[in-house]
Nanobody, 127 residues
Protein backbone atom coordinates (compact mmCIF):
# COMPACT_ATOMS: atom_id res chain seq x y z
CA UNK A 1 0.00 0.00 0.00
CA UNK A 2 1.54 3.26 -1.14
CA UNK A 3 1.85 6.01 1.44
CA UNK A 4 3.05 9.56 0.91
CA UNK A 5 3.53 11.71 3.98
CA UNK A 6 4.42 15.40 3.69
CA UNK A 7 6.08 17.47 6.36
CA UNK A 8 7.86 20.79 6.71
CA UNK A 9 5.04 23.26 6.17
CA UNK A 10 4.50 26.26 8.39
CA UNK A 11 4.34 30.02 8.64
CA UNK A 12 7.12 32.10 7.13
CA UNK A 13 7.60 35.76 6.26
CA UNK A 14 7.80 36.94 2.68
CA UNK A 15 11.29 36.42 1.34
CA UNK A 16 11.90 33.45 3.60
CA UNK A 17 12.47 29.78 2.86
CA UNK A 18 10.96 26.43 3.73
CA UNK A 19 11.83 22.87 2.80
CA UNK A 20 9.04 20.37 2.38
CA UNK A 21 9.66 16.65 2.61
CA UNK A 22 7.65 13.75 1.25
CA UNK A 23 8.28 10.31 2.71
CA UNK A 24 7.29 7.63 0.23
CA UNK A 25 6.68 3.99 1.18
CA UNK A 26 4.81 0.88 0.08
CA UNK A 27 6.56 0.09 -3.19
CA UNK A 28 9.62 0.73 -5.31
CA UNK A 29 9.43 4.19 -6.85
CA UNK A 30 12.32 3.83 -9.29
CA UNK A 31 10.00 4.16 -12.31
CA UNK A 32 7.76 6.87 -10.94
CA UNK A 33 7.23 10.58 -11.32
CA UNK A 34 7.06 12.34 -7.97
CA UNK A 35 5.23 15.63 -8.08
CA UNK A 36 4.42 18.56 -5.85
CA UNK A 37 1.11 20.35 -6.27
CA UNK A 38 -0.58 23.08 -4.29
CA UNK A 39 -4.13 24.20 -3.72
CA UNK A 40 -5.89 27.19 -2.23
CA UNK A 41 -9.58 27.15 -1.27
CA UNK A 42 -11.87 27.58 -4.23
CA UNK A 43 -9.19 26.89 -6.82
CA UNK A 44 -8.01 23.85 -8.72
CA UNK A 45 -4.97 21.92 -7.58
CA UNK A 46 -1.97 23.50 -9.28
CA UNK A 47 1.24 21.91 -10.53
CA UNK A 48 4.42 23.08 -8.81
CA UNK A 49 7.26 20.69 -9.66
CA UNK A 50 7.98 17.11 -10.69
CA UNK A 51 10.99 14.81 -10.69
CA UNK A 52 11.59 11.53 -12.45
CA UNK A 53 12.75 9.21 -9.69
CA UNK A 54 14.83 7.18 -12.13
CA UNK A 55 16.69 9.74 -14.21
CA UNK A 56 16.25 12.78 -12.04
CA UNK A 57 14.83 15.03 -14.76
CA UNK A 58 12.75 17.88 -13.39
CA UNK A 59 10.10 20.33 -14.48
CA UNK A 60 8.68 23.41 -12.78
CA UNK A 61 5.72 25.70 -13.02
CA UNK A 62 6.72 29.09 -14.43
CA UNK A 63 5.60 30.76 -11.22
CA UNK A 64 8.22 28.94 -9.15
CA UNK A 65 11.14 28.58 -11.57
CA UNK A 66 14.33 29.91 -10.09
CA UNK A 67 12.88 29.91 -6.57
CA UNK A 68 11.89 26.29 -5.89
CA UNK A 69 14.00 23.17 -6.28
CA UNK A 70 12.75 19.59 -6.25
CA UNK A 71 15.17 16.82 -5.31
CA UNK A 72 15.21 13.27 -3.99
CA UNK A 73 17.11 11.00 -1.67
CA UNK A 74 17.00 7.51 -3.12
CA UNK A 75 18.39 5.84 -0.02
CA UNK A 76 15.74 7.35 2.25
CA UNK A 77 12.84 7.36 -0.22
CA UNK A 78 12.37 11.06 0.34
CA UNK A 79 11.41 13.82 -2.08
CA UNK A 80 12.10 17.43 -1.15
CA UNK A 81 10.80 20.78 -2.26
CA UNK A 82 13.15 23.61 -1.32
CA UNK A 83 11.24 26.87 -1.50
CA UNK A 84 13.14 30.15 -1.47
CA UNK A 85 12.08 33.77 -1.89
CA UNK A 86 8.58 32.90 -0.80
CA UNK A 87 5.80 35.41 -1.35
CA UNK A 88 2.18 35.52 -0.12
CA UNK A 89 0.98 34.07 -3.45
CA UNK A 90 2.75 30.83 -2.51
CA UNK A 91 0.37 30.33 0.41
CA UNK A 92 -1.44 27.02 -0.12
CA UNK A 93 -1.72 23.44 0.98
CA UNK A 94 1.12 21.56 -0.68
CA UNK A 95 0.65 17.95 -1.75
CA UNK A 96 3.08 15.26 -2.74
CA UNK A 97 1.92 12.89 -5.47
CA UNK A 98 3.18 9.85 -7.37
CA UNK A 99 2.43 8.15 -10.68
CA UNK A 100 4.15 5.63 -12.95
CA UNK A 101 6.59 7.20 -15.37
CA UNK A 102 5.38 5.34 -18.45
CA UNK A 103 3.46 7.19 -21.14
CA UNK A 104 -0.03 8.32 -20.34
CA UNK A 105 -2.36 10.60 -22.21
CA UNK A 106 -2.29 12.93 -19.22
CA UNK A 107 1.05 14.68 -18.80
CA UNK A 108 3.17 14.65 -15.67
CA UNK A 109 2.19 18.23 -14.82
CA UNK A 110 -1.50 17.36 -14.61
CA UNK A 111 -2.96 16.47 -11.22
CA UNK A 112 -5.48 14.11 -12.79
CA UNK A 113 -2.65 11.87 -13.95
CA UNK A 114 -1.44 11.01 -10.46
CA UNK A 115 -2.46 7.84 -8.63
CA UNK A 116 -1.25 8.51 -5.11
CA UNK A 117 -1.47 11.58 -2.91
CA UNK A 118 -0.33 12.65 0.51
CA UNK A 119 -2.52 14.40 3.03
CA UNK A 120 -0.98 17.82 2.38
CA UNK A 121 0.94 20.33 4.44
CA UNK A 122 -0.01 23.96 4.92
CA UNK A 123 2.38 26.71 3.84
CA UNK A 124 1.50 30.24 4.86
CA UNK A 125 3.59 33.22 3.75
CA UNK A 126 2.92 36.48 5.53
CA UNK A 127 3.59 39.86 3.95
Amino acid sequence: QVQLVESGGGLVQAGGSLRLSCAASGRTFSSYFMGWFRQVPGKEREFVAVINWSGGSTDYADSVKGRFTISKDNAKNLVYLQMNSLNPEDTAVYYCAARPAYFRAVGRTEASGYDYWGQGTQVTVSS
